[in-house]
């Protein structure tokens, strides 16, 4: 089962309020997805993850199919049992991943040649094989395998490969044989020109996805130009299905999603800076290494009633980073993740209550944006 419900659109530009339903939950919109690529978003737990509000993960197909392998999940009885969490799980096509393997793959119709990050084995792709792992892996919504283009390209190398995207992506629809349980989405492609973006977005919308994901951005453009091209494709997608942005995790482009009608991100961001010793903080981002930290007996957001900013100070977590002690990295990640969803949810509430723009420079002034 899933379902959209537009609960309610913002009076002061294109932000929504929405609902997604599945077999595994609901999932209030808009949503911030944390990323469990590995079948695990690191350093967490599941129960760790629903504490701070976690209401959907993401798995990454390319990954796990690598490793542990099909048979594992397989025989683990999907991938909700095999790492323990019960609530939605959105998988990747594996197509970001292949394709960021710029040296070691090669692309034809019928699928990407690559060689495994791992040992350099030889690995084959096709649209019709991505379904067939994400359909193992039982997650609720799929995406359909495409090309991710990089940033710059040129208007010919795009075209072609925004025209093999939708060719795909019907494919991937033809070969999906567990539609009940999965919702599979079409990912908008083309690049940084309005034109392939329009007709990518049209030709997808009359395949008649669950959803659509607008891919390509977040990949080194200005964030102007990311904002001009979600301005001009939202109009041409269907107001009563979720619209998903694809790699968006810094509350800039959360909040600039948001305003233009994406319901749903998510990015490896928040868990990797953490991991590197960089919080979130109400008044801007904080590195907990920095030596002024070493005496400073405050959490590290006055405003935050996350589990580390309730227990711990600032001097203490830098303590853990400079002796690397695990627990540093764990208390910085649920710090981020918690941050994160607790602005999603101010997000939702302000939405509801017509204050987004409000919300948003308040924010902007807080943290230093422009």
């Known amino acids: 089962m899933f379902k959209y ?20 939950g609901e999932i209030e919109t808009p949503i911030f997805m944390p990323v469990g690529t590995r079948a695990t978003v690191k350093t967490m737990t599941p129960d760790e993850l629903k504490d ?14 690598l490793r542990p392998g099909m048979d594992i999940i397989k025989k683990a009885g ?28 090669k692309i034809y119709e019928d699928g990407v040649e690559f060689r495994s990050h791992i040992d350099g084995s030889k690995q084959f792709i096709s649209p019709e094989i991505s379904i067939d792992i994400q359909n193992t892996l039982g997650s609720d919504i799929m995406m359909s395998f495409d090309e991710c283009a990089p940033y710059p390209a040129d208007y010919d190398y795009i075209k072609n490969s925004m025209e093999r995207t939708t060719r795909w992506a019907k494919r991937c629809k033809d070969h999906h044989k567990n539609t009940d349980k999965q919702a599979l989405f079409g990912i908008v492609q083309g690049g940084m020109y309005k034109d392939l973006r329009e007709r990518s977005a049209r030709d997808l919308v009359d395949l008649d996805f669950p959803g659509y994901s607008i891919g390509g951005l977040s990949v080194g453009e200005p964030l102007e130009l990311m904002n001009e091209m979600l301005d001009h494709t939202i109009q041409f997608l269907p107001e009563d299905k979720p619209r998903y942005n694809m790699g968006i995790g810094s509350p800039n482009y959360i909040f600039e999603s948001v305003e233009r009608g994406i319901d749903m991100m998510d990015c490896v961001l928040p868990t990797r800076i953490a991991r590197n010793g960089t919080v979130f903080t109400s008044d801007g981002r904080l590195v907990i290494k920095n030596a002024r930290y070493k005496e400073d007996f405050s959490p590290l957001d006055h405003n935050c009633d996350c589990y580390t900013c309730k227990n711990y100070t600032r001097a203490y977590i830098r303590h853990l980073f400079n002796v ?21 949810e101010k997000i939702r509430e302000s939405i509801k209550n017509d204050n987004f723009k409000s919300l ?4 902007y002034k807080k943290y230093g944006y422009n």
Not at 8 to 17: G, I, M, P, V
Not at 52 to 65: A, E, F, P, R, V
Not at 360 to 363: I, L, V
Request: net charge negative; hydrophobic share 40%.
């Open 5 to 24: 419900e537009l609960i309610k659109k913002s009076n002061e530009c294109n932000a929504r309020l929405g609902k997604i339903y599945t077999d595994h």
């Open 52 to 65: 701070i509000g976690s209401q959907i993960i993401l798995g990454n197909t390319y990954h796990l199919y």
């Open 78 to 105: 999907g991938l909700h049992k095999f790492m323990n969490w019960d609530l939605p799980i959105l998988t990747d096509s594996g197509g970001f991943q292949v394709f960021s393997l710029a040296n070691n793959r």
């Open 324 to 344: 690397d002690e695990i627990l540093g990295l764990r208390l910085a990640t649920i710090h981020n993740l918690y941050f994160l969803i607790e602005l999603m």
């Open 360 to 363: 948003k420079d308040d924010f």
